[in-house]
């Protein structure tokens, strides 16, 4: 699921389709829960600058033309440092999907089971489907740092 070497914190992979995301546990930790995972397809690299120019391609030459969605954007950024409806067409442009489970960890294994499964990776899993991983808990240690 993780892929140390890129540093990617959550990755899929079935044959040449990678994608890549943010795991987010309800409590980080508990040994059971939900989590849930916005994914998006791997394009690449994202210091290699042709993966930079692709990704920046497809978001520009399919700007909103809708003109009411302009001038939301163009408000939101005269009042805030963000976009909610900006953000909103750059995920949709990239292709960002939701992946939802339940995950129960037993003696350095981790059961997954998917309640959700967006379209994006629908050929990979189904809702109930259920995989056993094993992992090794690199970041098990607590400190506690005293001023």
């Not at 909610?84 to 939802?100: C, H, M, R, V």
């Not at 339940?102 to 189904?126: A, C, Q, R």
């Amino acid at each position: 699921m993780n892929d140390y070497d890129h540093l990617i914190p959550f990755k899929l992979q079935k044959h040449d389709s990678i994608f890549v995301g943010i795991p987010e546990f309800e409590d980080s930790k508990a040994t059971e829960g939900s989590v849930e995972v916005i994914l998006y397809p791997y394009a690449g690299d994202i210091f290699n600058t042709d993966t930079i120019k692709q990704i920046t391609t497809k978001i520009t030459s399919t700007i909103p033309a809708d003109i009411n969605t302009l001038i939301n954007i163009a408000t939101e950024l005269t009042t805030s440092e963000t976009s909610t409806t900006l953000q909103e067409f750059i995920d949709s442009e990239l292709g960002k999907q939701i992946l939802k489970g339940n995950y129960k960890i037993n003696d350095k294994k981790i059961s997954l089971t998917f309640t959700e499964v967006p379209t994006l990776i629908s050929g990979m899993v189904s809702v109930n489907d259920a995989i056993e991983l094993e992992y090794t808990p690199l970041c098990d240690a607590e400190f506690d740092f005293v001023k």
